[in-house]
């Protein structure tokens, strides 16, 4: 069977033009993808049943038992902790935030580790954001600051920049330009029309460099900030401004190098002083595919769009306190359910060392790092492929994602629904 306009559940981009062959409850060929979707479409390390630690080694479990396993877990717990959701649909993470108020749980999504940062700045001076399909129709300026996109979102360039003729820009490759700014040289700064080589943390004082050109102030720039030229920042600043409609796109080499959020306020900052000359927007590049989804329905539900903790009766929210590496670097969740992500692979190992000390259940569909860790794992359907479900692009856009053939695994969402029916029977309304 071929099935056409297809969506791929890989990265922020969820590309919606992929033509997947599929023969029975196996995905046999992946048109229009990168490599990564390619490897997600096509990757067969599944775990078939759920399985549970006993001593040093593992014993498969029914999904009832592992279901209740799990239920009695978050019940004994006095401060249980519910991460990840990145990696699942809109409505599965919905269950968990109703789940975390119910058992009066911290609930934390993987924006702890990326775009936490960003949606700090935000919150403070605003996001002069625009959809993927206005950069792709206007924009004749790109900046991408601290992002690589040729191997972290492979076809943003073709499907919305650099290669994608727009309706007001027709000869993309030609008419566009690109300006890369990061510490290193990486496969995006070498098709750059202007490279800004930063030291590492000086992403803030580049930021501010450009943002007092903007203002007129060129001459009180000395000759270098931050391995950074005076002339470039200028020749930078005036491409800028001289933009017809331009975008900067920033990745974790922004949010997470010295400065975090700080560096993202000086960004949008200087997003808003360009717009004194030309149009011009700013946006995070979301690296899951559903990170954004997790941020929005959390955000509906309790307020906040992570680290929130219920534990009050309310939802609270501070980040440094109740953000998930200090909860568990305090080693204060007495349990953890890990959903559609991979903590192992990411956290720091004083973080991973109490994940494998107290009961840690994972749900998702493969053996990833945090398997390692866990007490027990629930294998699920992967959203996009045997399962279907809405997720938010990069840019903040809802777009249904597709069931592409029925599989024996059930979705995320049914685990967590029974999960929170137990959970409720035990609790009360
Ligand atoms: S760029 Fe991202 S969403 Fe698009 S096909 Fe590649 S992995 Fe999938």
Redesign the pocket.
């Given at each position: 069977m071929r099935i056409e306009d297809v969506i791929?559940p890989?990265?922020g981009?969820?590309?919606d033009d992929?033509v997947v062959e599929v023969q029975g409850t196996t995905v046999v060929s992946v048109e229009n993808?990168?490599t990564?979707?390619h490897e997600?479409f096509t990757g067969d390390n599944r775990l078939q049943a759920p399985i549970k630690r006993d001593g040093r080694t593992w014993h498969p479990v029914s999904y009832d038992e592992a279901i209740e396993t799990t239920a009695q877990i978050l019940l004994e717990a006095d401060r249980p902790l519910l991460y990840g959701w990145s990696g699942t649909n809109g409505e599965a993470q919905s269950i968990g935030v109703h789940l975390a108020e119910l058992l009066g749980a911290v609930i934390d999504n993987t924006s702890t580790v990326c775009h936490g940062p960003s949606i700090m700045a935000i919150q403070e001076v605003g996001h002069p954001g625009c959809t993927l399909g206005q950069v792709k129709n206007r924009a004749d300026v790109i900046v991408y600051w601290g992002a690589n996109p040729i191997e972290a979102?492979?076809?943003?360039m073709s499907r919305y920049t650099t290669y994608a003729d727009g309706f007001f820009v027709k000869g993309a490759f030609l008419e566009r330009k690109v300006i890369v700014a990061d510490v290193r040289e990486t496969e995006t700064s070498n098709i750059a029309d202007e490279f800004m080589h930063i030291e590492p943390g000086g992403d803030y004082a580049v930021l501010s460099a450009l943002r007092a050109i903007v203002r007129g102030k060129a001459d009180i720039i000395p000759s270098y900030v931050s391995g950074v030229a005076r002339e470039q920042l200028v020749r930078v600043a005036e491409m800028c401004m001289n933009a017809k409609f331009g975008a900067i796109f920033f990745g974790l080499g922004l949010t997470m190098s010295r400065g975090k959020y700080k560096n993202i306020r000086n960004a949008v900052e200087l997003t808003e002083e360009l717009n004194r000359f030309t149009k011009f927007t700013i946006s995070p590049m979301r690296g899951h595919?559903n990170v954004y989804g997790s941020n929005e329905v959390f955000t509906w539900i309790s307020g906040y769009p992570f680290a929130v903790d219920f534990a009050r009766g309310i939802a609270f929210y501070n980040p440094g306190e109740t953000t998930s590496i200090d909860i568990l670097r305090r080693g204060e969740c007495d349990a953890c359910l890990v959903v559609a992500s991979d903590p192992g692979a990411h956290f720091p190992k004083q973080c991973c060392r109490h994940l494998a000390e107290i009961p840690t259940i994972l749900i998702d569909p493969h053996v990833n790092v945090t398997t390692h860790l866990s007490h027990l794992q629930i294998p699920v359907a992967v959203t996009g492929i045997d399962s279907e479900g809405t997720a938010y692009r990069m840019d903040g856009v809802p777009i249904r994602t597709r069931m592409l053939y029925k599989s024996r695994y059930p979705s995320d969402r049914e685990i967590l629904e029974k999960i929170y029916q137990i959970v409720l029977k035990e609790k009360g309304p």
């Open positions: 791929c890989f990265c981009c969820l590309c992929l993808g990168c990564l979707a997600k979102h492979p076809r943003h595919w």
